[in-house]
């Protein structure tokens, strides 16, 4: 299927690695010119290197730095001629008791998790809307439909974003001019992540990271972890022409772990 996307410009943070580049290398096998950013200079280089092997007509700009700073936003968006595609995205808040967070902890969520992609939404959409063609998905996660008990500040700063969305989207005056705002929640997926989550869990539990694993897996009707590039893959099909009757929604991907008819 042909998406349709081809000379788009997408700005895609936190896009090195996981599920942000999984989406940053489905938009560049559809020939999207990227704006990609993480704060590792690295492993954001080695990745520009290999969107530009995937589809040597693109042009592919890297932004190094955090995105929830306001001036690694704006050399972002500067970057970007002009954004069609957003694909919000940023490393999840820590996991712990709610009893030892500080009103701090809940700041830095809040900033990283909510404001950031509602400052990236703003700074884009009114453009969007004038081209007559805007695609905005944000990475959010299964926590939000069910929550998990330990990432209390993920469950709260997420679901704030998705409830600032849901509203958003809705607005004819996006809604209208061919603007969708969705977000895109994932289950489990097999990235650096999650094998990090694994490796906490092995250490509480003392057993191997390999055993717990396999437990999380049993846990999930498909059997498997979700992959980076199915996770893009579908990114890309939001982020598509056929895409546009769909907006405020949230889809998850997780392999049928949620129990729930809807
Ligand atoms: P990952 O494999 O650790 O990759 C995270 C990527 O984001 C890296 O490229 C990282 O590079 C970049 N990054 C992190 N924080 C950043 C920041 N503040 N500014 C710019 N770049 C940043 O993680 P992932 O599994 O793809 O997860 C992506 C998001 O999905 C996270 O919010 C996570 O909580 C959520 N999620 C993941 C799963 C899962 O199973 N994988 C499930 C539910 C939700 P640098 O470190 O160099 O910046």
């Not at 949230?250 to 809807?262: I, V």
């Amino acid at each position: 299927m042909d998406l349709g996307i081809a000379g788009r410009w997408a700005l895609v943070c936190a896009a090195s690695k996981g599920l942000g580049k999984g989406c940053a290398v489905a938009l560049a096998r559809e020939g999207v010119n990227l704006v990609v950013n993480a704060r590792g200079d690295e492993a954001l280089e080695a990745t520009a290197a290999e969107l530009r092997a995937l589809h040597p007509a693109i042009e592919v700009r890297s932004v190094v730095g955090d995105i929830g700073r306001d001036e690694v936003r704006r050399a972002a968006l500067d970057a970007c001629p002009q954004v069609d595609i957003l694909v919000n995205n940023a490393g999840g808040p820590p996991p712990g008791d709610f009893r030892e967070w500080s009103r701090e902890d809940w700041l830095r969520a809040v900033e990283a998790n909510m404001l950031t992609p509602i400052e990236l939404i703003r700074a884009t959409v009114d453009g969007m809307a004038a081209r007559g063609f805007g695609r905005v998905v944000s990475i959010t996660s299964a926590a939000v439909k069910a929550p998990i008990d330990i990432l209390g500040l993920s469950n709260g700063a997420r679901s704030g974003l998705t409830g600032f969305v849901a509203g958003l989207a809705r607005q004819p005056h996006l809604a209208g001019r061919n603007v969708t705002i969705n977000n895109l929640l994932p289950g489990a997926f097999d990235t650096e992540r999650l094998r990090q989550t694994l490796n906490a869990a092995a250490r509480a539990a003392a057993q191997s990271p390999e055993a717990i694993g396999e437990q999380r897996r049993r846990g999930i009707p498909a059997g498997r972890f979700g992959s980076a590039d199915e996770f893009g893959a579908f990114c890309a099909f939001l982020c598509s022409v056929h895409a546009g009757y769909m907006t405020g929604q949230n889809l998850l991907l997780d392999g049928g772990h949620y129990p729930g008819t809807f």
